[in-house]
Structure formats: structure tokens, C-alpha cells
């Protein structure tokens, strides 16, 4: 997957998930990370 790709679905689990401004930045950051280390 490319980075933007991961870019996507991280902002969206991030929107979905994210409880204010600094969750949702973690959120992103953590499903970023987690498709990196999947190989997608």
C-alpha cells in the first residue's frame, strides 16, 4: 500500500475513532504504524 493510501485509511480510522484533537492525532499515528509494520 502507499503512503497515501495508509495516509487515507489512518485519517479515516482516526475519525472515526478519535475522541478529541489529541486522540485522534494517536489514533492516526498508531494505524499508520500498524499497516508499516503489516507490510501493507
Do not use: D, E, H, N
Not at 495516509?7 to 489529541?22: E, F, P, Q, S, T
Not at 485522534?24 to 504504524?33: G, M, R
Request: glycine share 22%; aromatic share 10%; with cysteine.
Amino acid at each position: 500500500m502507499s503512503r497515501l493510501g495508509k495516509g487515507i485509511v489512518a485519517g479515516l480510522a482516526a475519525k472515526k475513532w478519535g475522541g478529541g484533537c489529541l486522540g485522534t492525532i494517536v489514533v492516526f499515528v498508531i494505524v499508520y504504524w500498524l499497516l508499516g509494520q503489516a507490510g501493507c
